[in-house]
């Protein structure tokens, strides 16, 4: 499934093309998702064997894609791009610019964390 949907990648739009390594990354990163998200609503649905395979799954397309940040690791990235971002505005960072510290920290994880959580971590270190 995952080589299919690198194959549909490479042919979306108007040319074929070839994938960059940071774009197969995307891709395998979705495919994750995918799995992460089949699995829990099979576990909510009473259906334990089929939450198994997805997960199954997912361990493997885990194996072709860097290891995650850990939790201090996401919270240091969070906290540099945060004073960063007091730095140049010099002074306080607000909820208004959520989007732009997120956006700094999704460019350094690149791939490495899933999105909701850097913006749940990025959300707490303003509030």
Same mark, same amino acid.
């Given at each position: 499934?995952? #080589?299919?949907?690198?194959?549909? @990648? ?6 074929? /093309? ?15 998702? &995918?799995? $992460? ?15 198994? &395979? ?22 240091? #990235? !969070? %906290? @540099?791009?945060?004073? &960063? ?6 002074? @306080?960072?607000?909820? $208004?610019?959520?989007?732009?510290? #997120? ?6 994880? %690149?791939? /490495? ?7 749940? &971590? !990025? ?5």
């Amino acid at each position: 499934m995952a #080589i299919a949907a690198v194959k549909t @990648e490479q042919v979306a739009g108007d040319e074929a /093309r070839e994938l960059s390594d940071s774009e197969v990354q995307a891709v395998l990163n979705r495919e994750v998702a &995918k799995r $992460r998200d089949s699995a829990e609503a099979y576990t909510a649905g009473n259906r334990p064997e089929l939450a198994q &395979k997805e997960l199954a799954e997912l361990e493997v397309l885990q194996r072709y894609l860097p290891a995650a940040l850990t939790e201090d690791e996401l919270d240091q #990235i !969070v %906290a @540099e791009e945060v004073s &960063k971002a007091a730095e140049q505005l010099g002074g @306080e960072v607000t909820m $208004r610019q959520m989007g732009q510290v #997120i956006k700094a920290v999704n460019a350094r994880t %690149a791939g /490495r964390a899933v999105g909701s959580v850097v913006a749940a &971590k !990025v959300k707490a270190a303003l509030a």
